[in-house]
């Protein structure tokens, strides 16, 4: 009798998980407490999947040897709760995946910054003719790319909700970028146990593995003191130079590691900006230990086209410039797509608040931005913190009336700056939807 395997949540990383499964011998059963999505059912279709939707049938769960759980499943859900209560193991698909692929593996993780810093790698590796896949947290699941594909090289994605059940999983070389406040919802608003979820990207590495870590993060470092990891260390850096690592100095971008030097102008650099001056760093040395030759990695940090809904230039209408940022999700990202801003802001703020401290953005916000535009179900928290600010601060219900507002508050010159600091479910499906209708409605003026 074959063993059977169960896929809590039918999205990217749970179908993906369950054809994974499937080609490698196992009885596999879906179980999603919503809807499945069409274009998954095709996949149940395609490979003949036992799934249920629209609740779980606790006793077939339990008869399993191991569960794969989606990522967005938490861990005080009563399903998950059961299946601790049966000592059944749970993974994520990442570590599921990683059982069945030889390929070498690079992954990113951290607050901000991630998917970008994911796909100019992927973008370097691709060019310089290495056969690589990119996957994770962004693009296909890992868990379908190793089914349907034989990649040598993986870049990964990874948030945090999937390194919680990545057990044995190991990175070849695993980037840390920053850590700042985030989902502390999910964390039981311990911001500990957020930075613990985050360094296990660097789990079960030795000697010959990699962490390239950020040195300007206070985070990091600090946490780096208490841990004995046995991975080589290499830091990079916006406000030191180093001699092995990565670095900006006098506006010269460097990476030297063992004494093999790599340098360009950032005003050469496709991604502006001080946030993408990290993320070009992380992915530049990621590519130099890979050895990828320097006029690839210095074509590909000029050419690269920026990443969808992450400070992406949509359109200028009768002079205002507008800008969807719908991917800053969190405080600290916002904050990095302020400090950017060269003109005076309309700034469209507001979602689903995930402990968010306001406070930080304060000293930004008084001396860039003329007026709030607040798009969310409850805007309280973010009314409440700047109150102080002798500027306009509107409440709107929908895209459409944030974006007729902002654009009645902005002038000729002005930019219209959707990085709301905050998840999107109260109004949208997702942050892709929220930029999306935020593109639309600027294009319906």
């Not at 390239?212 to 985070?219: A, G």
């Not at 210095?298 to 800008?323: T, Y």
């Amino acid at each position: 009798m074959k063993e059977l395997i169960v896929i809590l949540g039918a999205g990217e990383s749970g179908i993906g998980s369950a054809v994974l499964a499937r080609m490698n011998g196992f009885d596999v059963f879906i179980s999603d407490n919503g809807t499945i999505k069409p274009k998954y059912k095709e996949l149940i279709e395609k490979y003949n999947l036992p799934f249920e939707e629209g609740g779980h049938t606790l006793s077939k769960i339990l008869s399993a040897v191991e569960i794969i759980k989606s990522p967005g499943i938490p861990e005080k859900a009563e399903i998950i709760q059961a299946i601790r209560k049966k000592v059944i193991p749970i993974v994520s698909d990442i570590e599921f995946a990683s059982r069945y692929t030889n390929a070498k593996t690079i992954c990113i993780t951290g607050s901000n910054g991630k998917t970008t810093t994911t796909l100019l790698l992927y973008h370097i590796l691709k060019k310089a003719g290495l056969n690589v896949g990119v996957a994770g947290n962004v693009g296909t699941s890992f868990a379908l790319e190793v089914a349907e594909k034989n990649f040598e090289y993986f870049v990964l994605e990874l948030s945090s909700y999937q390194l919680d059940e990545m057990h044995k999983f190991k990175a070849d070389i695993s980037i840390l970028l920053n850590i700042t406040p985030d989902h502390l919802d999910r964390y039981n608003y311990n911001f500990q146990n957020y930075i613990d979820s985050k360094f296990r990207i660097t789990n079960n590495q030795k000697e010959n593995e990699t962490l390239i870590y950020c040195l300007d993060d206070e985070v990091i470092v600090k946490e780096l003191k208490k841990r004995d990891l046995k991975s080589q260390l290499i830091p990079f850096s916006i406000k030191e130079e180093i001699e092995n690592g990565g670095c900006v100095k006098e506006n010269e971008f460097k990476i030297n590691l063992n004494n093999n030097p790599f340098n360009m102008s950032i005003q050469e650099l496709a991604l502006q900006g001080k946030h993408n001056q990290y993320n070009s760093l992380a992915a530049g040395i990621a590519a130099q230990l890979l050895r990828i030759r320097k006029d690839v990695i210095r074509e590909c940090l000029m050419d690269f086209q920026a990443v969808e809904h992450r400070l992406e230039k949509v359109l200028k209408v009768r002079g205002v410039e507008f800008i969807n940022d719908s991917k800053a999700t969190n405080v600290n990202s916002t904050w990095y797509a302020l400090e950017s801003m060269k003109k005076p802001l309309v700034w469209i703020v507001g979602g689903v608040d995930k402990g968010n401290d306001y406070s930080q953005l304060s000293e930004l916000v008084k001396s860039k931005v003329k007026a709030i535009v607040c798009l969310g179900a409850d805007n309280s928290k973010i009314l409440q913190a700047f109150e102080g600010l002798d500027i306009p601060k509107v409440e709107t219900k929908s895209m459409v009336e944030a974006i007729k507002t902002s654009f009645y508050l902005a002038h000729d010159g002005d930019v219209v700056l959707l990085s709301p600091a905050c998840a999107s479910f109260d109004l949208f499906d997702s942050y892709e939807d929220r930029g999306k209708q935020f593109k639309r409605a600027v294009r319906d003026l």
